[in-house]
C-alpha cells in the first residue's frame, strides 16, 4: 500500500516504543489517546511527594476521541478512494505532532491497539510547534520531591538546568537529568523525549556531587498558591470528555480600573474586571519616533448651539392671536460697508491720538522724575564729599593742634615743610640783595621757633605715650594663658607666673595713685616693702631705702609736691624690678633684649647714626646695598631734618589696598609685600599722583585698584583711579574691549615701568615669572622694600 511519498507496513506483533518506553500503548475503542491527568498540576515552587502523587505515564500521541485507533478501521472514517489501512494511518498521522527522527532507531513505530504503523520520514516541526509548552514533572533525587513546570518542547534540557539551577542555587554542570532509568544529554529537547504540546513528561534530578552541592527541597510558598499550568476537562459531546493543559501567564503590570457598581444596601463594591493577557507590543521597525507632549496642547473653549425647530402663528379664522406684547420696530439709517469702514477708521485714529499722548505724557514724567533724581543724587554726593573734606580737614587741623601720635608729629612736619617752601618761593620772587637775606634770616628765625614749639609738644605727648605703653606692658604681663578650643570658645587659665605679674601690676598701680591720706600711702609702701624683701640685692636695697625715706618724710609732716621726685624715683625703680626677669618670670618673654648672652649674636647689627646694637628688624635695606646702614630711629630723624615727608596719606591707601585684596582673595601676597615707600613711588613717579582717565589729584579721592580683576593685584596690574571710577571699572568683564588702544598703551606703559622698578627687588622679582602671580610664600627675607627717591 502507498499513501503519497509514504511507506507504510503494518504487523501484528508487538513492539517496543522507539521513545523508550517498553509498554505497549494499547488504546481502545471509547479512550483517548492521552492518558488523563487526575491530580492537579502543582506551581513550579510547590514540591509533592512522589509516594503521594504519582506522575501519570506519558502519552505518545493524542487524537480525538471520536476517532478509532483499534486493530480496525472505522467505517465512518473511510475517505472516498483509499483503503482502510490508509484510512487508519491517515488519522494516526493527522493527530500525531511532529517528531524529530531518533538517529539510534531506525524508523519511527508508533503503536495503537494490535497494530503498528512505522513512519520512515516525517515533517519538519514548524516554529509553532516548537513554541508551544507541555507540563513537566521533576522529581529530586533522593528525597523524592517532585517540582512542576511550564516548558517549551522546543528547548533543550540544558535550558531546563539552567531554570533549575537559579532554583536550587546549585551549579548546571553538577545537575544530571534522566528519563526512565537513561541519562539525558544537554543538546536533547523535549520534542526528541516525545513530549507533544500540551503534553506532560516525567524526569528525574540528581547532583553528581551531592556532599558539596546537595539537592535541597525547597519550601513553599504559602501566601500565593497559584499555579503555573491547570487541567481543565472540557465536555465535547453529550458523553464525550476531553482533558485540556492550561498554562496560567501571571503579568507584572497593574490591571486599570475600568469601574463598577455600588451595592445601595450593603456598599459591596463590584469592579468591572480586565483582562489577564499583556497587551502585545508593537515590533520595533528601526525608526526613531517622538512624540509631543499633552502639556503643549493648547486648550480652548467653544460654545456650540444646535438647532432647534421653531415656528410662527399667525391670526386667521378659529385662531386668535394676542398682540399685547408685539413691539413696533421702524427702521434706521443704511449705510454701505464702506461707510461703516470709514467710521471704524476714525475712531480707531481718535483712540490711537489718545493712546499715544498718554505715553508720551507718561514717559515725559518718567524722564523728569529721573532727573529729579539724579540730581538730587548728585547733590547728595556733592555735599557729602564736601563734608567729608571737612571732617578730614577738621581731623588734620585739631592733630596739628594737639598732637600725639608720631602721625601727627609727621603731619605737623610736614606742613611746616610746606609753609617754608611756600614762604621760600615767595621771598626768592619778590626780594633781592639785602632784604633777601633779611628775610631769609627772620624765615629761619620762625622756624626754629616753630619746631621748638613742636618739640615741647612732643614731650608732652611722650610722657602720655610712655605711660600708656607701661600700661599696655603690664597689662600683657599679667594677662591669662588663652587659646581656643574646637567649638571656637575661648579658654583661660592663670599660671603662678601670671598671678604673681597681675599681683606686681596692682602694686605698681597703687603706688602710683594720688589723692591718698598719709595712713593709705603708708600703708601702701609698707605693702611694696614686704613684696620687695622677698629678694635681696642692690635693687631691692635701693627701693626699701627709698620707701623708708618717704615713710620718715611723711610722719614729720612734708607736702606732697616736695615728695613727687621721691616717689617718681620709687615708682620707676619698682617698674625696673617688674621688668626683671629674676622677680617676675613672665616678663622675660616680653623683653626685647634677650636675657641669654648667646642669642645676642644672631641677627644683631650695628647702627652708626645712633651707635647702637639692634635687632635686624629694626633696619631697612636697600635692594643694592651691601651694609645695613641706619635704623629706623635715625631714618625718622633724618625725614624730620631734611625732607618731612608725610606717609601717612600712603600709608592709609595701602591699608585700604590690603584689605581690598584679602576680600578678593585671602591668598593674596604682593600688597602685603609692599611698604609706604614703594607705594609712594608708584604713586608719584609712574602715576604722577592723579587718575589715569579724568587726572583728578586729590590723594584722599584716589584708590588704586586691579587693572584686570580676574588677576591678582601687582604693580603692574593696577591703575589708579578715583573711588567713582574705580566702582565703574571694576564692572568691567573685558578691559580691552571697554577702553581705547590709546589708553590701553598708555596703561600698558606704567605698568611696563613698574615692573622694571620693581624687578630689581628679589622678593618681588620672582613674582614677575609666576603665570597667575601666585607663587609659593616668601621666607623670611629681609630684602623687600626699595626706598624711593624723590624730590622735596
Known amino acids: ?75 465512518n472514517d473511510v475517505h472516498p478512494g483509499t483503503t482502510e489501512e490508509t484510512t487508519e494511518v491517515a488519522n494516526i498521522h493527522a493527530q500525531t505532532e511532529t517528531y524529530t527522527q531518533d538517529s539510534s532507531v531506525p524508523e519511527n513505530v508508533y503503536s495503537a491497539g494490535e497494530t503498528t504503523a512505522v513512519v520512515t520520514s516525517f515533517k519538519p516541526a514548524s516554529p509553532e510547534e516548537k513554541s508551544a509548552t507541555a507540563t513537566v514533572k521533576v522529581m529530586l533525587l533522593p528525597d523524592g520531591y517532585v517540582m ?69 527541597p525547597i519550601k513553599p510558598q504559602q501566601e ?25 501567564e501571571r503579568t507584572t503590570q497593574r490591571k486599570a480600573f475600568l469601574g463598577g457598581y455600588r451595592h445601595k444596601i450593603t456598599g459591596l463594591e463590584f469592579h468591572h474586571a480586565g483582562v489577564q493577557t499583556i497587551s502585545k507590543k508593537r515590533p520595533d521597525n528601526g525608526i526613531e519616533k517622538f ?79 529721573d532727573r529729579m533724581v539724579r540730581l538730587d543724587w548728585e547733590k547728595k554726593e556733592e555735599q557729602r564729599k564736601k563734608k567729608e573734606k571737612e571732617d578730614r580737614l577738621k581731623r588734620e587741623y585739631e592733630r596739628r593742634m594737639h598732637p600725639k601720635t608720631k602721625e601727627d608729629f609727621d603731619l605737623l612736619y610736614h606742613a611746616l615743610e610746606k609753609w617754608r617752601q611756600e614762604e621760600l618761593e615767595d621771598i626768592n620772587a619778590t626780594l633781592t640783595g639785602a632784604e633777601r637775606k633779611a628775610a631769609l634770616c627772620a624765615l629761619l628765625e620762625q622756624e626754629t621757633q616753630l619746631i621748638a614749639s613742636i618739640g615741647r609738644h612732643k614731650l608732652d605727648a611722650n610722657e602720655e605715650i610712655i605711660k600708656n605703653s607701661v600700661q599696655a606692658f603690664l597689662e600683657k604681663c599679667s594677662e591669662p594663658k588663652k587659646w581656643k578650643a574646637f567649638d571656637d570658645k575661648i579658654t583661660e587659665m592663670d599660671t603662678q607666673y601670671t598671678i604673681r605679674a597681675r599681683e606686681l601690676k596692682d602694686i605698681y598701680a597703687t603706688i602710683n595713685m594720688k589723692h591718698l591720706t598719709q595712713d593709705e600711702r603708708l600703708d601702701v609702701l609698707l605693702t611694696l616693702k614686704h613684696t620687695v624683701k622677698e629678694h635681696k640685692c642692690k635693687l631691692t636695697e635701693d627701693i626699701v631705702e627709698l620707701i623708708d625715706r618717704e615713710a620718715d618724710l611723711l610722719m614729720r609732716g612734708v607736702k606732697e609736691s616736695n615728695l613727687e621726685g621721691l616717689r617718681k624715683r620709687i615708682s620707676t ?130 584708590v588704586m585698584v586691579r587693572w584686570n580683576k580676574y588677576v591678582e593685584w601687582s604693580p603692574w596690574n593696577c591703575i589708579l583711579l578715583t573711588k567713582e571710577e574705580a566702582a565703574t571699572h571694576l564692572k568691567l568683564d573685558n578691559v580691552e574691549q571697554a577702553y581705547g588702544v590709546v589708553f590701553i598703551r598708555k596703561v600698558k606703559h606704567k605698568h611696563t615701568l613698574a615692573k622694571k622698578y620693581f624687578s630689581q627687588i628679589p622678593t618681588m622679582a620672582q613674582f614677575l615669572h609666576s603665570r597667575d602671580s601666585q607663587p609659593a610664600a616668601p621666607g623670611n627675607d629681609l630684602l623687600v622694600t626699595k626706598p624711593a627717591v624723590t624730590q622735596a
Not at 625 to 635: D, L
Not at 678 to 693: F, K, P
Open 573 to 702: 625703680l619698682f617698674l625696673q624690678y617688674i621688668k626683671t626677669p629674676t622677680f617676675n618670670p613672665e616678663v622675660a618673654r616680653l623683653l626685647k633684649v634677650p636675657q641669654d648672652p648667646s642669642l645676642l649674636h644672631k641677627n644683631i647689627y650695628f647702627c652708626p647714626g645712633c651707635r647702637r646694637y639692634l635687632r635686624s628688624t629694626e633696619f631697612s635695606l636697600t635692594a643694592n646695598s651691601r651694609t645695613t646702614g641706619r635704623c629706623h630711629q635715625c631714618n625718622k630723624l633724618d625725614n624730620v631734618a631734611r625732607q618731612r615727608e608725610d606717609l601717612n596719606k600712603y600709608k592709609n591707601m595701602l591699608t585700604q589696598l590690603r584689605q581690598a585684596e584679602a576680600e578678593y582673595d585671602k591668598k593674596a601676597k604682593i600688597a602685603f609685600l609692599l611698604q609706604d615707600q614703594d607705594l609712594q613711588y608708584l604713586l608719584r613717579v609712574i602715576w604722577a599722583t592723579q587718575s589715569a582717565l579724568s587726572a583728578w589729584d586729590d590723594l584722599y579721592d584716589l
Open 148 to 216: 512542576t513546570v511550564a516548558f517549551a518542547i522546543g528547548l533543550t534540557t540544558d535550558n531546563l538546568k539552567e531554570h533549575f539551577t537559579t532554583e536550587l542555587k546549585i551549579p548546571p554542570n553538577v545537575l544530571q537529568i534522566t528519563f526512565n532509568g537513561d541519562v539525558v544529554e544537554d543538546s536533547k529537547t523535549l520534542m526528541d523525549l516525545g513530549v507533544r504540546p500540551h503534553g506532560t513528561i516525567q524526569l528525574e534530578m540528581f547532583s553528581t556531587d551531592p556532599q558539596n552541592y546537595p539537592i535541597k
Open 224 to 248: 500565593y498558591n497559584m499555579p503555573d499550568v491547570i487541567t481543565v476537562r472540557v465536555q465535547k459531546d453529550a458523553d464525550t470528555y476531553q482533558d485540556v493543559v492550561v498554562e496560567i
Open 1 to 75: 500500500m502507498k499513501m503519497s511519498d509514504q511507506k507504510i507496513q503494518t504487523f501484528n506483533d508487538k513492539e517496543e516504543d522507539t521513545h523508550g518506553n517498553p509498554e505497549t500503548n494499547d488504546i481502545s475503542e471509547n479512550a483517548p489517546a492521552s492518558f488523563p491527568v487526575d491530580e492537579a498540576i502543582e506551581d513550579n515552587s510547590t514540591l509533592v511527594p512522589a509516594d503521594e502523587k504519582a506522575a501519570p505515564q506519558v502519552g505518545m500521541m493524542d487524537h480525538d476521541p471520536n476517532t478509532s485507533v483499534s486493530g480496525e478501521a472505522d467505517p
Open 291 to 369: 512624540c509631543r507632549n499633552t502639556q503643549t496642547v493648547r486648550e480652548k473653549s467653544q460654545h456650540q448651539q444646535v438647532t432647534y425647530t421653531t415656528s410662527t402663528q399667525m391670526t386667521k379664522i378659529g385662531c386668535y392671536v394676542s398682540n399685547t406684547t408685539d413691539k413696533l420696530i421702524s427702521p434706521g439709517e443704511y449705510f454701505t460697508a464702506d461707510e461703516y469702514h470709514n467710521r471704524r477708521l476714525k475712531a480707531v485714529i481718535v483712540i490711537q491720538t489718545y493712546a499715544r499722548r498718554w505715553h508720551a505724557i507718561r514717559l515725559v514724567k518718567q524722564l523728569s522724575h
